[in-house]
């Protein structure tokens, strides 16, 4: 069976900001293995792009940091830009005590046309999706919903997953990192 979405949240070549000094023994190293923006995307194509459909959508999560690289990468690779959303996360990391930064960045590309949505959604979807992050690099539900509400019934894909959910493949080394229960 082909995919025809892919969530992709990449291991950014990313540390932890600011530490705790009520955590003494802690290090700037996350949780997780990550890669440069070239290794993530020659996985990407060795990997993951190889079980798509000849018509699918990439949905690929950013920060400020990796927001353009990414979406270069995306276009270098034969990919146009649906849609940029915004994850407000209604909290967030104030790095060098100056803004908090509150969001990220969820860029919806296509190959090589535009699938159309369920008819019923047409429209009704905002460009925002508003829900308090939970665990760093645990994504929100409301866009997994998303593109479940625009594509239901279609083969969908988290790629670096670390939660299972019911109507998605996973691909990953942390697949049941959060829970090990399957969410809707």
Not at 107 to 134: D, I
């Amino acid at each position: 069976m082909k995919i025809q979405h892919f969530m992709v949240d990449p291991p950014w070549p990313q540390k932890k900001g600011g530490l705790r000094k009520v955590r003494p023994n802690q290090d700037r190293s996350l949780e997780y293995n990550t890669l440069t923006v070239g290794d993530i995307f020659a996985l990407l194509d060795a990997q993951v792009f190889t079980l798509a459909a000849p018509t699918h959508n990439v949905f690929l999560w950013g920060i400020d940091k990796f927001l353009h690289e990414g979406e270069q990468r995306m276009i270098e690779r034969g990919y146009k830009r649906h849609a940029r959303l915004v994850w407000d996360k209604e909290n967030g990391v104030a790095p060098a005590f100056t803004i908090r930064y509150t969001h990220e960045y969820l860029s919806w590309f296509y190959k090589p046309t535009l699938q159309k949505v369920a008819p019923a959604q047409r429209g009704k979807l905002s460009t925002v999706l508003r829900e308090r992050s939970r665990s760093h690099s645990r994504k929100p539900n409301a866009a997994y919903a998303l593109i479940e509400t625009l594509y239901p019934d279609q083969p969908r894909m988290d790629v670096f997953s670390r939660e299972a959910r019911v109507g998605w493949s996973q691909f990953g080394d942390q697949t049941t990192h959060f829970t090990g229960k399957l969410h809707k």
